[in-house]
């Protein structure tokens, strides 16, 4: 069975900030994918990044950083210098070359980022 | 133009009342998802659709029915609701190839209220 934790409910940082969202999952799967969506009070959820089981290169993209650690099961997620507009739950997901397209998600983080 | 659209974004239904969600993807993919953001919960997938026939039924009750009539279109049919239906349920697709979970992209939501 697949689990994804995010022990992280709610947090509050001060705008540019550097924060951290962490993520654990867990798997038996040596195939599986990992993901990130975020989720504005519009309420859709905005794909971040997808990465799979064997690669492990930590990735960049803009403010945003990601950390791939297969030895501690985390796929972390950084914003750095955060923005108001970032604002939102984030959801981090797996799924499994065994499991079809199904999807376990996280139970999210609120991010909340004020002037 | 957005990937996935969905209508309405809002709906408030009495429990007798019969309705319909519609999902509509723009993307050319072909797999469809119902998932159910309720409070505090993770998402739940309800049911996934490949190639229009039916892949997966997560054990929904009866009330809610799914029609896919086409790649491009998911149907969302409710019945005598209960107020713990009351959820934010979302659409999703991707490109369904065998052996790899791909990317699901997400529409904004239905907010629906059963009163």
């Known amino acids: 069975a697949q689990k994804v934790t995010q022990a992280q409910t709610e947090i509050s940082v001060v705008e540019k900030e550097d924060v951290t969202l962490d993520c654990v999952y867990e798997?038996?799967?040596?195939?599986?994918?990992l993901f990130w969506y975020k989720q504005p009070p519009s309420g859709e959820l905005v794909f971040l990044i997808r990465?799979?089981?064997?690669?492990?290169q930590n990735e960049i993209s803009g403010r945003y950083s990601w950390n791939f650690q297969k030895s501690t099961s985390s796929f972390n997620f950084t914003i750095t210098a955060s923005q108001v507009v970032d604002s939102a739950v984030y959801f981090c997901?797996?799924?499994?070359?065994?499991?079809?397209?199904?999807?376990?998600f996280g139970t999210g983080t609120q991010l909340k980022v004020e002037l | 133009e957005t990937g996935v659209t969905q209508t309405p974004r809002h709906l408030v239904m009495g429990m007798t009342n019969k309705k319909s969600l519609k999902c509509e993807q723009h993307?050319?993919?072909?797999?469809m998802y119902w998932y159910k953001q309720s409070a505090k919960k993770p998402l739940e997938l309800m049911f996934v659709?490949?190639?229009?026939?039916?892949?997966e039924n997560n054990s929904v009750p009866s009330r809610f029915s799914p029609e896919c009539p086409n790649s491009s279109h998911l149907f969302l049919h409710l019945h005598t609701l209960q107020p713990e239906d009351s959820a934010l349920y979302l659409c999703?697709?991707?490109?369904?190839?065998?052996?790899?979970?791909?990317?699901?992209?997400f529409g904004p939501g239905t907010r629906l209220t059963v009163l």
């Open positions: 999703a697709s991707s490109q369904d190839r065998e052996g790899t979970p791909n990317t699901q992209y």
């Open positions: 798997t038996r799967d040596t195939t599986y994918y």
């Open positions: 990465r799979n089981s064997f690669d492990e």
């Open positions: 997901a797996l799924s499994t070359s065994g499991g079809g397209n199904k999807l376990t």
């Open positions: 993307l050319g993919h072909n797999a």
């Open positions: 659709y490949s190639l229009e026939e039916r892949v």
